[in-house]
């Protein structure tokens, strides 16, 4: 587990970007470049990362970036990776998708899903801020239960999408679950990542502000309560070796710090989801923890 | 267009594509060097305040040193701090924003 | 060989890097030939069995943004499908090439022959060429490389599903080394991915020009699709002289943007793309055992549309009677309709009859082609200078139009 003292200073995520004040993108995405120390071409399609990445003819992130049609991310990048392969070039960079919860879960699943089978040789990480947020905060597949979007006005009625539980049923060689809030683990992850060949997957929780609604200076703290309520788990599949990390491991046993309620509290998206919805929620986080506690106990194999 | 390279777009890196960042905010970070655990023990110690910028606007310095040209003023850093070091600044003084 | 293995032998010979492959009738063969070499060696390229024809583009325009020659085939939905990648990657200027087995398009679900797929993407900013045979298939596609390397623009070569894609016909194959000797390497792309000099490749582009990091100004969304327009207007010049410089390696030619039969001394003549003007040769050559005065003007490059070539050959002629295996439902065929506007200012131009034909491969026998062409120099006779769609070969009570 790298401190967030032995982190490098990468410098590759420049000042001045497009992205809101308190953005979580920027947070894990400075860790990403780090991971990879820049040598990464990195795949996007339309969402807030590119508006993050900048309007031409300037960018803002100093990494090799092509950007893509919104379906295709996953797509794309297996044809970088093929044409890379192809010149002979493959050593010199890792492929590195990027795209957020609406690119992933919804419209790109198709593309993911096709890699994933192929086992393309590149990570694929999910930055989830749970909404189409680069539209206007309309509701994704992953989007919980009970938030308001500007298409669920009263409270979206499912439960998100679990990504990385289906990336796991293709049983590509690594699955990871992180989040912004916790820089050193999404670090820890992509390098990880970046040492194994076929398609890896990465989920990164980000808050966001502006679509969860809570003042920008919470990012990291909300991120960090949505994890000790066990509502957003840090772990890792490894060659089909399941492990919590980092917060999530400690929480195993010492129990989990926060409930739905307290989370669902400190956003206004959350606002009027009543005490029913909010106990049904609770149970689906329940039940759900204790499978990810009882697996890492080795309890499940 | 001479080269050829200019028939398709592609953009080059540089600082502050979205201008001058700094003047999104309505706050700023101010540091009391005397709280901060690195300018107490004179070593990097924590870096949160480092580490948690979206922006890349603080410095790792012992006692750290934010990019006002380009802070957006979110409030991370001075939330995260564990020993209250950063304040957040209202940067209307007299109704006058000042750098 | 069949129109589908002269595809793929083109694309092998053309030493193809990466190959997206998704199938679809008629054109599946096509890429099971390219499965095949690459999995015995003969073709050591990159196969990547997508699971969707968006997906299919996708991967090339990926491939070829690196710099690698990128290749795929499709038709009907599948293009369909894929319609939106089709308008990126000639946007991002990537010299893909695909061939295009032409099928209807559903609904109602049909696998045979008519020109609607491609005709929907006409707009896209590809280069589009149609064939007429199966060595025209091959010559053509090796072509494509080169052409699309030249202008950084991707082109798409037709041709008749099940008419050309599934017939055998005789075939030569060129040498490897005349296609080596036509053909080079992909140049170093426009795309810069390379860690030591990070760009941002296909960004958001506003709509004004806009300064750079070093405050020198760049061009706005408008600007580039004037580059690529300009791009597509070079092609008028870069496919008669791919054209001309492959027939000086290999020794054929295929008239380049246009080609002809019988049209020197032709009043009536008979405009087509595709294999349906070979048929229409015959027609020609029965009519003149008439006494009509008949010849055919064949559309090899339909876009970029080569409106003064079109206009400058059928100057002085009285009629020209276009075929078009397509429509843009509530006007007319594409063909027609942009042959009629290359005309609308010219002196001296025919009048300009439309044909919609072997729709969803309604058979278009030379026959029934004649009778078409004995009732439009009839009308025209009349003194009609312009004259209704005729829908050919509509069979059952109210189906005419």
């Known amino acids: 587990m790298t401190r967030i003292t032995e982190l490098p200073d990468a410098g590759f995520v420049l000042p001045g970007n497009r992205a809101c004040a308190g953005c979580g993108i920027g947070i894990g995405l400075r860790q990403i470049t780090a991971a990879l120390d820049g040598q990464m071409v990195l795949i996007n399609p339309a969402s807030c990362l590119t508006v993050l990445g900048g309007m031409f003819p300037i960018a803002s992130v100093r990494v090799p970036w092509i950007d893509v049609a919104f379906p295709s991310t996953a797509a794309s990048a297996s044809g970088v990776a093929a044409g890379l392969r192809a010149m002979g070039r493959a050593g010199e960079m890792t492929v590195l998708a990027m795209a957020g919860d609406g690119g992933t879960a919804d419209i790109g699943i198709q593309a993911l899903s096709g890699a994933a089978e192929r086992n393309d040789d590149l990570i694929y990480l999910c930055y989830d801020n749970e909404a189409y947020m680069n539209t206007g905060t309309q509701r994704s597949g992953s989007t919980p239960s009970g938030a308001r979007t500007t298409t669920t006005w009263t409270g979206k009625k499912e439960n998100p999408k679990d990504v990385p539980a289906i990336m796991e049923a293709h049983r590509i060689p690594y699955v990871a679950s992180t989040s912004a809030a916790f820089p050193d683990d999404v670090f820890d992850k992509v390098s990880k990542a970046r040492g194994i060949h076929g398609l890896r997957y990465i989920h990164m929780n980000t808050p966001c502000p502006s679509g969860w609604g809570f003042d920008p200076k919470d990012t990291v703290a909300l991120g960090k309560l949505a994890v000790d309520a066990g509502l957003v788990v840090l772990y890792e599949v490894e060659a089909g070796e399941f492990r919590l990390t980092g917060r999530s491991k400690t929480l195993a046993k010492t129990g989990r710090r926060a409930t739905v309620a307290d989370y669902v509290a400190t956003q206004s998206r959350f606002r009027g989801m009543d005490a029913q919805t909010i106990a049904a929620v609770q149970a689906w986080a329940d039940e759900r923890w204790e499978r990810f506690v009882a697996r890492d106990a080795g309890e499940c194999g | 267009m001479s080269d050829e390279r200019t028939s398709i777009a592609m953009s080059k890196p540089a600082v502050g594509e979205a201008g001058r960042t700094g003047d999104w905010r309505n706050k700023r970070p101010v540091l009391t060097a005397e709280k901060c655990s690195a300018v107490k023990l004179g070593k990097p110690t924590c870096q949160l305040c480092w580490v948690y910028c979206p922006d890349a606007c603080v410095s790792r310095g012992i006692g750290p040193e934010f990019d006002l040209e380009h802070c957006k003023g979110c409030g991370i850093c001075a939330e995260m701090c564990p020993t209250g070091a950063i304040a957040m600044a209202s940067e209307a003084v007299h109704g006058v924003c000042e750098i | 060989m069949t129109g589908n293995e002269a595809a793929a032998t083109a694309a092998k010979l053309a030493r193809v890097q990466v190959v997206a492959a998704y199938p679809i009738t008629p054109q599946s063969p096509v890429v099971e030939s390219l499965s095949a070499w690459?999995?015995?060696?003969?073709?050591?390229?990159?196969?990547?069995?997508?699971?969707?024809?968006?997906?299919?583009?996708?991967?090339?325009?990926?491939?070829?943004?690196?710099?690698?020659?990128?290749?795929?085939?499709?038709?009907?939905?599948?293009?369909?499908?894929?319609?939106?990648?089709?308008?990126?990657?000639?946007?991002?200027?990537?010299?893909?090439?695909?061939?295009?087995?032409?099928?209807?398009?559903?609904?109602?679900?049909?696998?045979?022959?008519?020109?609607?797929?491609?005709?929907?993407?006409?707009?896209?900013?590809?280069?589009?060429?149609?064939?007429?045979?199966?060595?025209?298939?091959?010559?053509?596609?090796?072509?494509?490389?080169?052409?699309?390397?030249q202008l950084n623009v991707p082109v798409m070569v037709c041709y008749d599903g099940f008419l050309l894609s599934h017939t055998v016909m005789p075939v030569d194959v060129p040498s490897v080394e005349q296609a080596d000797a036509f053909l080079p390497p992909r140049p170093k792309p426009l795309q810069v991915v390379d860690p030591a000099d990070p760009r941002n490749v296909g960004p958001v582009v506003m709509a004004d020009p806009r300064r750079d990091g070093d405050g020198v100004m760049q061009p706005g969304y408008m600007e580039f699709k004037a580059m690529h327009h300009r791009a597509l207007l070079d092609a008028l010049e870069a496919v008669p002289a791919a054209d001309a410089e492959y027939a000086a390696v290999v020794g054929r030619s295929w008239g380049g943007l246009t080609w002809e039969h019988l049209l020197d001394d032709a009043e009536v003549v008979l405009v087509a793309a595709g294999s349906v003007g070979v048929q229409l040769t015959l027609v020609a050559e029965r009519l003149r055992e008439e006494g009509v005065k008949a010849g055919v003007l064949g559309v090899r490059c339909y876009r970029p549309f080569p409106a003064a070539a079109l206009a400058a050959k059928l100057a002085g002629r009285k009629l020209a009677i276009v075929f078009d295996k397509a429509l843009s439902y509530g006007y007319e065929g594409p063909i027609c309709t942009d042959l009629r506007a290359a005309l609308c200012a010219e002196e001296n131009a025919p009048a300009v009859f439309g044909v919609v034909c072997g729709l969803g491969g309604r058979d278009t026998s030379p026959g029934d082609l004649a009778d078409s062409v004995r009732r439009a120099i009839a009308d025209a006779h009349a003194g009609a200078r312009t004259r209704a769609t005729e829908w050919l070969g509509l069979r059952l009570e109210g189906g005419a139009l």
């Open chain 3, 38 to 149: 690459v999995e015995s060696g003969e073709l050591p390229a990159e196969f990547v069995a997508v699971e969707s024809e968006h997906s299919a583009m996708s991967v090339c325009i990926g491939a070829s943004t690196v710099g690698a020659r990128a290749f795929t085939a499709t038709s009907s939905n599948g293009l369909a499908y894929m319609t939106e990648q089709v308008w990126w990657a000639s946007g991002a200027r990537l010299p893909i090439v695909m061939c295009v087995a032409n099928r209807a398009l559903a609904a109602p679900w049909n696998v045979l022959n008519d020109q609607q797929d491609s005709m929907s993407v006409r707009d896209s900013g590809w280069v589009q060429l149609y064939c007429r045979n199966n060595q025209e298939i091959l010559d053509t596609s090796v072509q494509a490389f080169r052409m699309a390397e």
